[in-house]
């Protein structure tokens, strides 16, 4: 069975910095994303959007993605939105990572959001990118704080809408949802952040 790609492969004239796509992001946070429109109380649940509503966006993609490619030790790259659904799938792993199972909610988001906020990133082109193999770096500083700039948005914006899915809304008290804790240990690719 093959792994699934991302469905931004097929769009066209994004801008990009290196060899990575950057699309629009559903986010009301700050940064060199074009933003989507935002959902309304009409639109499906965020947790159930459609690929083909005009709000859906990587961090959705990867999210709803995840589960299923992470455990894929092949991923073949079939356009340059998987390299963008890569690097989001190997920071959800690294977010899984910092959680224990016995963080309520409050722990779990300060946590999650320490590790999204921190600017210490590496990126392509950075001495000790993990994964540079597969990604090209940007042509000039101006270009790698771009990306950095539009990586650390999707950072922050994966960490809240990952939070919502760990902790979902109606639920008792209690620790991180275990169906998505058991991939906490899961390496896609056999590489992490």
């Known amino acids: 069975m093959p792994a699934y790609h991302s469905v931004f492969n097929t769009e066209p004239n994004l801008p990009t910095q290196g060899n990575i796509p950057l ?30 509503h005009a709000s859906y966006d990587p961090i959705d993609e990867s999210l709803s993605l995840f589960r299923a490619n992470c455990l894929f ?3 073949e790259i079939q356009g340059p939105a998987d390299r963008l659904l890569i690097y989001l799938i190997l920071y959800t792993s690294s977010l899984l990572s910092t959680l ?11 946590a999650l959001m320490s590790v999204a906020l921190d600017n210490n990133f590496k990126v392509p ?69």
């Open 23 to 52: 699309p629009p992001l559903r986010t009301r946070l700050r940064g060199p994303a074009q933003a989507l429109p935002a959902l309304t109380s009409s639109d499906p649940h965020p947790l159930t959007l459609d690929p083909t």
């Open 73 to 75: 030790r092949n991923f």
């Open 100 to 110: 224990k199972p016995s963080m309520g909610r409050k722990e779990g988001e300060k």
């Open 125 to 193: 082109g950075d001495a000790g990118f993990p994964i540079s193999g597969i990604f090209e770096a940007p042509r000039d500083r101006q270009g790698q704080d771009v990306l950095r700039g539009y990586l650390g948005q999707a950072r922050q914006e994966l960490a809240g809408r990952l939070l919502d899915r760990l902790y979902p809304e109606g639920r008792a008290e209690g620790g991180p949802d275990k169906w998505w804790m058991c991939y906490q240990r899961r390496k896609f690719m056999g590489k992490s952040l």
